[in-house]
C-alpha cells in the first residue's frame, strides 16, 4: 500500500533554517513533490525529485533517497511569510493507475 | 505561465440545489484533475481527466459528476450534496497524466452545503 509520514507540526525562529522530514511507502515510485499551502489557499509547487541528491532552488532545497523511502525540505533564511502548511507527495502506482499521494502535512510557525 | 482559474472561489448550496464548479488553464496542459480537501486534511483525488476523456474515477459518488467540454476547460457538476461534502475543491493540471508531470493547482472552491 501507500503510505506518507509527516511531522503534524513544527515550529521555528525567523533567520533561523528548518528540515522537514517525510518518509513514504509506495509500488511504483515514480517522483517526490514539496508543496506549500498557506491556510484557505492553494498548494503551490516548490520542488521535485526523483532521482537520490539534493535540488536546491533558493531558499528551498529538497532532499531524496530512494533507498531510504525519505526525503527533506530545507527552508533557510526563514521569513515570516514561510508559516504554512508543507505537503509531501509521492507519485506511485496504486489501483491500477500513477497518482499523487500526499501526506497530512506539516504546519510550520515561523516566529520572530 | 502557471496559473489554473476557478471559479466561483465560495459557494453555498442546500442540500437540493444543483451547482456547478468551473476550472481553466491555459498552459496547454492535457491532464485535468478535482481534488477534495477537508480543513486540516490533504487533498484526496476524486477524478482525473486525460486528454478530455475521464480516466481516473476514485470511487466518488454520483451526485458529483465532472465534465471535460475541452481541453482547456473542467467542470464539476454537484447535485444533492450533503453537508459532510462541504470542503475545499481544488483544481488542477499537467502537461500528461501518465509521466511524471507536476500538478500545478488552482485557488480552490470554499464549498458549503447546508
Known amino acids: 500500500g501507500q503510505n506518507i509520514d509527516q511531522p503534524t507540526e513544527m515550529t521555528a525562529t525567523e533567520g533561523a533554517i528548518v528540515q522537514i522530514n517525510c518518509t513514504y511507502q509506495?509500488?511504483?515510485?515514480?517522483?517526490l513533490f514539496w508543496y506549500q499551502q498557506h491556510a484557505g489557499e492553494a498548494p503551490t509547487f516548490l520542488s521535485y525529485?526523483?532521482?537520490?541528491g539534493l535540488e536546491e532552488k533558493g531558499r528551498f532545497s529538497s532532499f531524496l533517497s530512494r533507498s531510504k523511502g525519505y526525503s527533506y525540505l530545507l527552508l533557510k533564511e526563514l521569513q515570516m511569510k514561510d508559516s504554512a502548511s508543507y505537503l509531501c507527495a509521492v507519485r506511485g502506482f496504486s489501483g491500477g493507475y500513477n497518482k499523487l499521494i500526499f501526506g497530512a502535512g506539516t504546519r510550520l510557525a515561523v516566529h520572530p | 505561465d502557471t496559473e489554473v482559474t476557478q471559479t466561483p472561489k465560495h459557494l453555498v448550496m442546500g442540500m437540493t440545489n444543483k451547482k456547478s464548479l468551473k476550472c481553466e488553464q491555459h498552459m496547454g496542459h492535457r491532464a485535468m484533475y478535482w481534488y477534495k480537501q477537508k480543513a486540516k486534511k490533504p487533498p484526496e483525488l476524486m477524478f482525473v481527466y486525460s486528454y478530455e476523456k475521464l480516466s481516473i474515477n476514485e470511487s466518488v459518488p454520483s451526485r458529483f459528476s465532472p465534465e471535460c467540454p475541452n481541453s482547456s476547460l473542467l467542470n464539476l457538476h454537484l447535485h444533492a450534496l450533503q453537508p459532510e461534502d462541504s470542503a475545499l475543491y481544488l483544481c488542477a493540471s499537467s502537461q500528461d497524466a501518465v509521466r511524471s508531470e507536476t500538478q500545478y493547482f488552482g485557488p480552490g472552491t470554499r464549498l458549503l452545503v447546508l
Open positions: 509506495t509500488s511504483g515510485f515514480n517522483g
Open positions: 525529485n526523483v532521482l537520490d
